[in-house]
């Protein structure tokens, strides 16, 4: 599990890419500045981890665009020791940059063999956090409520457990529509009451329902 000074060089590059393209929070371009993306994909793709691209992970699954990674991080807001929940952990990748930004961080995989392999490599890597293999429709209400939640697959629409899982004064970032989808940034304030903002389109694997070992 290598990270070289090579691999430090690239992530910089990217980071300055991201910065090209309009994302500006700091925390967010520190923490993917961190994180070794390189040890998240398949070795093949190693040459091209630091670009701003998707990838094919096990079980038919991607790694979001690091732009995508970047987006959502930045409109989730996550402080130090906010309670996160992630909907989709598939490579790790996103939930690494939550843990490293200081996310008290769950997250849910559906895919049983990516869930395995994903846990074996954060192990490895050292990242600390949750994971559950399950529906992520049904959230973790044993765990409830959560300052954020951040889905990153294409939800059909917005979960109704999700936002009931929400804390007041919560934000919830979540791409929904079948296709493409529509990034919607939802908000709880302290009295309970529910806005729903809007912020671009974008394109992610579907969240599918639950599904038997
Ligand atoms: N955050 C991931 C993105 C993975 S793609 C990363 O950084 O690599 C989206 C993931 O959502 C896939 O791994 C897919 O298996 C998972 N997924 C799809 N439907 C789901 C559901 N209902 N509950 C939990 N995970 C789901």
Redesign the pocket.
Known sequence: MNDLVRHKGQRAQLVKALIAKGISDVPVLKAIGKVPRHL?LDSSFEEHAYLDKAFP?A?G????HPYT?AFQSSLLQVQARHKVL??????????AVLVEMGAKLYS????SE?FQLTKNLMDKLGYPFVMKY????AGLPGFAPFDRIIV??GAPDIPPKLVEQLAPNGRMVIPVGVGDQCMKLITKDAEGTIRVEEHGNFR???????KSR
Do not use: H, K, N
Not at 108 to 111: G, L, T, V
Not at 134 to 137: S, T
Not at 204 to 210: D, I, K, N, Q, Y
């Open positions: 998240f992970i079980s699954q991607t790694i979001s990674v992630e909907i989709g952990t598939g490579s790790g990748y996103q939930a849910i995989e559906r895919q990516l399950g529906d992520g429709f990153t697959a992610f694997v579907p969240m599918l329902e639950a």
